[in-house]
């Protein structure tokens, strides 16, 4: 384990550092840290954190202090942050490490079913992974295969690839008493986002207030799934015929009854130009930055051209359900870009597996709205 020694480090970054952020961004000081180091031990701060790089933005992430050896460090933090997620029984899918929160910075663990998979955000991890996946192997004895994941930043998306034992390419999960077809070698994304999965629970009275449901950015229809278990009539929207197919795939592995069920595959714009319909509650999880061939638009666009228009599909006393998803916007500039007639009824935050950790703005990537039409 190379580590190398830093002396000087920006005046913003101590100040941001001392008051808890686990990042030293790039200036022109951490421009200069070692190429080929593993660790950092950061002489300002008296602490050590783990290099990083190959990330263009931020290029060490805090680690602290330890007194044993660092494998048997690693494991130890893998051991708590299981420790804190012990009682999780209604649902498959569950982020057992969520990176900086459980002092693993840059690393993610998911327990889909009875198969774990690794995402590393930080290159640290991909020369030290043989440690995770060494704990894992020790610590959970029946499930079927481990799978990894590299997702830094800039490089090119990757499907999820096994490093241990047998392939499980497609199966079901189940989150709340409803089924998801879950694919890891053939998609970037899984088929379900496992962050949301504690906010999917929370929005449930919602629901069961509602009659209609239009799922907007549809993915592969977890909101739409709630619904149709409540027996609403739901309408979902996607440009991916693909993950239409697997939306439908879903609601038959679930026995919904499908006449409950409209899937329209085309822009959500464009949906919504045409659209003559209301509804009690609407859902909107646009991606951070989508593009097709004749446009392309951020989420926060997309809000400020059509925010108007979804707020003329509601029914009086209706719902709109807003979901920002990006580190890059902040929660108090995407509530400031909203209308200040709208009735804000709920703010929404990861939580329960994938807390926040104070003094680390970037962690509230995933930012949510409830609005009231009333």
Known sequence: MKKSIVEVIHPTTLKNCKAGHPWITLDE????FSKSADLLDVKPLNDIYINDPTHPKVKARYWGKSDIPFDMDIEYRLSEALLERAEFKDRDNIFLCFGEVDSLPGLYVLQLGD??????????WSKHLDIVVGYIKRRFKNIKSIYKQSRLYGSEKVTPRKVWGE?????????????YHVFLEDYHD????????????KLLPYYKKSQTVLNLFSYTGAFS????????????VDVSSKFMTVLEDNIKINDFNEDDHQSVVKPVDKFL?????????????????????????????FYK???DTLMSCLNPGGRLILFLNTHK?????FKRTLPKGLKIEKELFTGQDCPLLKGFPEGDYLKGFVIFNG
């Open 29 to 32: 000081h951490s421009a200069e």
């Open 305 to 307: 051209e059509n925010l």
């Open 115 to 124: 198969v774990i998979l690794i995402q590393y955000q930080a290159y640290f």
């Open 190 to 201: 899984v088929g379900i986002y496992t962050d949301m999965s504690s906010i999917r629970q």
């Open 329 to 333: 916007i902040s929660r108090k500039k």
């Open 167 to 179: 392939k499980n390419s497609n199966f079901t999960i189940e989150e709340f008493g409803i089924k």
């Open 225 to 236: 799934l709630l619904g149709l278990k409540e027996n609403l009539k739901v309408t979902s």
């Open 273 to 301: 130009k045409n659209n003559v319909e209301k509804f009690d509650l609407i859902v909107s999880d646009p991606p951070s930055f989508s593009s097709n061939k004749k446009k392309s638009q951020s989420s926060l666009s």
